[in-house]
């Protein structure tokens, strides 16, 4: 079946500016994760849906950043004023999320170039 | 709060030869500790994780980790690497509690496999 997709899947944008990120997790899976990853470091984590509600948005790292998931599908990550620093790829996962330790499928990500 | 280590940023072996990379963590609860690999342009995939139970545990493509406890270590091995081995790896681990969707993420470790 079908994985998590992303798109864009590359985003170049200037400082200042507003963009979106889209992702569609699994059919069926209730849980979806976005992550950051910068270059050279692992993905770090940014928020958690269950559902339509963030359950844990802990990770977004200042208020320029903002995600929904209006229908418990898709999801959107929103960037607002972009900064240099926000320069990465940004990763979505979803799970079906049915026991503790279920797996977390990983989309290809979007880059993000902010210049 | 947990943490992981990835000893070595890039390990380079020759086709056939033993594949080991390492990971070690830290964690104030017992740990969910997972291997991830990443090829280029591709998403995150699952290569085997640990949570309860065997500290022996078995993944796809012929990778296996040992869970020590006591070396606080979940190195990945392969007896015979394949061309196709060569990525990125990453080892992530989340707590055995409440927040166990979070992974956290090492660094990553590119390995290369020579002819």
């Known amino acids: 079946g079908a994985g998590v997709s992303q798109t864009p899947s590359n985003k170049v944008t200037e400082k200042g500016k507003y963009v979106e990120l889209r992702c569609d997790p699994i059919?069926?899976?209730?849980?979806l994760y976005w992550y950051r990853q910068s270059l050279g470091q692992g993905p770090e984590f940014l928020i958690y849906f269950q559902g339509t509600g963030a359950a844990d948005d802990s990770g977004l790292p200042n208020d320029r950043f903002f995600a929904v998931r209006p229908e418990g599908s898709v999801s959107t990550l929103k960037i607002q004023r972009t900064e240099r620093g926000d320069s990465a790829v940004y990763l979505c996962a979803s799970s079906l999320r049915r026991e503790n330790t279920d797996t977390q499928y990983f989309g290809p990500g979007t880059r993000l170039t902010v210049l | 709060a947990q943490s992981v280590t990835q000893l070595g940023s890039h390990v380079s072996v020759s086709e056939g030869a033993l594949v080991l990379l390492r990971c070690n963590y830290s964690?104030?609860?017992?740990?969910?500790l997972f291997w991830y690999v990443q090829y280029p342009n591709q998403g995150l995939q699952l290569l085997l994780k640990y949570t309860t139970g065997a500290t022996l545990v078995k993944g796809i493509n012929g990778f296996e980790a040992e869970f020590k406890k006591s070396e606080t270590s979940f190195h990945l091995t392969k007896p015979s690497a394949h061309m196709s081995d060569a990525a990125e790896y990453f080892c992530?681990?989340?707590?055995?509690?409440?927040?166990?969707?979070?992974?956290?993420f090492g660094k990553g470790t590119l390995l290369t496999v020579n002819p």
């Open positions: 992530a681990v989340t707590l055995s509690g409440g927040s166990n969707y979070k992974l956290t």
């Open positions: 059919s069926g899976h209730t849980a």
């Open positions: 964690s104030s609860v017992p740990p969910y």
